[in-house]
């Protein structure tokens, strides 16, 4: 069973299009995160929700939007698309809020590029 | 600025060859040092926390230490399943949530 689990795994598009990026984890965890990371392989926060609560939105275009139905589920809606989009999406999970003693667990990423 | 390096960008070692990692960190009062593995195409893996200066702790052929300007991931008789790239992280005192990433240091170990 793959803990955290992340579709698609590779995303190409259209400049000005909208996707969705769907985030699932199974292992009970109160707190969810989107990372970019970028071509040179920076990992940088995004979003961060616990129990479906957003704890952390740092400056992220609003074009970028988190949705948590439930806190086993955080998606990534992105409307009109941008070449500077195209980076890999990686959502994670940690059991405490904040993540301040926990390991991090990762999805494999979702591999976005805007033509 | 809080910034984090790791050094070398890629470390090619013939299997056996012993070596070491680094991650320099420009953070005062760090509350945590990560060091994660992530193989091509997937997500990073959790490897080991540090707290404080003087902390050291092991996991098979890898060792991590930590002093107060860095950490050192140290890799005794690597095998070729050990190469992945390798990202550091620290987690400064002004936040309790955000992590700094370094970008990482790519190990290849040739058989």
């Known amino acids: 069973d793959t803990a955290v689990s992340q579709t698609p795994k590779y995303l190409v598009t259209q400049m000005g299009n909208d996707k969705s990026i769907k985030c699932e984890q199974n292992l009970g965890h109160d707190t969810m995160y989107w990372y970019k990371q970028d071509s040179k392989k920076f990992l940088k926060i995004m979003f961060s929700y616990n129990n479906k609560e957003l704890i952390i939105n740092e400056t992220v275009p609003n074009r970028f939007s988190p949705k948590s139905p439930d806190k086993a589920h955080l998606n990534l809606h992105i409307n009109s698309l941008e070449l500077g989009d195209s980076a890999v999406y990686f959502c994670?999970?940690?059991?405490?809020?904040?993540?301040?003693?926990?390991?991090?667990?990762f999805g494999s990423g979702t591999q976005l590029s805007v033509l | 600025e809080d910034q984090v390096t790791q050094s070398p960008e890629a470390l090619r070692l013939q299997e056996g060859e012993s070596s070491s990692l680094n991650c320099s960190y420009t953070v005062s009062g760090l509350r945590g040092l990560f060091w994660y593995r992530q193989d091509p195409g997937k997500g990073p893996e959790f490897l080991f926390t540090l707290y404080s200066a003087g902390e050291e702790k092991e996991k098979e052929r890898l060792k991590a230490t930590l002093t107060k300007k860095e950490s050192f991931l140290h890799i005794t008789a690597p095998k070729p399943e050990d190469s992945a790239t390798y990202l550091c992280a620290v987690q400064p005192p002004r936040s309790n949530y955000q992590l700094i990433w370094g970008a990482g240091t790519k190990l290849i170990i040739k058989p």
């Open positions: 994670a999970s940690s059991q405490e809020r904040h993540a301040t003693n926990e390991k991090l667990f």
